[in-house]
């Protein structure tokens, strides 16, 4: 079956700019994770949807930063006014409960790039 | 605070040599632990996931052991490949279906 699916894989764009990235999980995930990784560092978490409400958003960085989900599915992912240090592969994951498991299942990435 | 660490940061062996990759976390209250491959430029593709109540899960050539008592788990890659050349990463969940905290992984080399 199709995995958790990314768009852009690439982003370029210059300072000051607002940008959209967006996570299609596996159908019938409940759970959908956003990480970041920056360049030598490790994956930092952002926020976690259930459904479509978000109970955990400790690891968003800034107010420059909201995500929001639609229909238990779509996740787009927000950064306003982009920063150099912004720049980072942005990763998405997705969860369901089967049997008490609580695997994670990640998408391409998306590469964004702040000139 | 959960705190996951992998030592070393960077490993090269020769082509088919067993290996021990190992992860240690802070706190032992995980409901799992979960060992995730990543190659250069890609997303993080999944290996193995164990329970909190198992000791250990096998894959293939890779078996993953878990001991929650001491905050350990080991990834056992046997034979190992060229192939097998990617950053090899731990995690484990912040409460029951939450967020993963991730190590820093382990730069694995398998020279031919």
């Known amino acids: 079956g199709a995995g958790v699916s990314q768009s852009p894989s690439n982003k370029v764009t210059e300072k000051g700019k607002d940008v959209e990235l967006r996570c299609d999980p596996i159908?019938?995930?409940?759970?959908l994770y956003w990480y970041r990784q920056r360049l030598g560092q490790g994956l930092e978490f952002l926020i976690y949807?259930?459904?479509?409400?978000?109970?955990?958003k400790s690891g968003l960085p800034s107010d420059r930063f909201s995500a929001e989900r639609t229909g238990e599915s779509v996740s787009t992912l927000t950064i306003q006014r982009t920063q150099q240090e912004d720049s980072a592969v942005y990763l998405c994951?997705?969860?369901?409960?089967?049997?008490?498991?609580?695997?994670?299942?990640f998408g391409p990435g998306t590469r964004l790039t702040v000139t | 605070k959960q705190e996951v660490t992998q030592i070393p940061a960077a490993l090269s062996v020769p082509e088919g040599e067993n290996l021990v990759l190992n992860c240690s976390f802070t706190d032992s209250a995980i409901y799992n632990l979960q060992w995730f491959r990543q190659d250069p430029g890609k997303g993080l593709t999944s290996l193995l996931l164990?329970?909190?109540?198992?000791r250990e899960q096998t894959s293939g050539r890779l078996n993953a052991s878990l001991d929650k008592s001491s905050g350990r788990s080991t990834l056992y890659i046997a034979a190992s490949q060229p192939g097998d050349s990617a950053t090899y990463l731990c995690?484990?969940?912040?409460?029951?279906?939450?967020?993963?905290?991730f190590g820093k992984g382990i730069t694995l080399s398998v020279r031919p």
């Open positions: 995690a484990v969940p912040t409460g029951a279906n939450s967020k993963l905290t």
């Open positions: 949807f259930q459904g479509n409400s978000a109970p955990d």
């Open positions: 164990i329970q909190s109540s198992q």
């Open positions: 994951a997705s969860s369901y409960i089967h049997g008490g498991t609580y695997e994670q299942y």
């Open positions: 159908s019938g995930h409940t759970a």
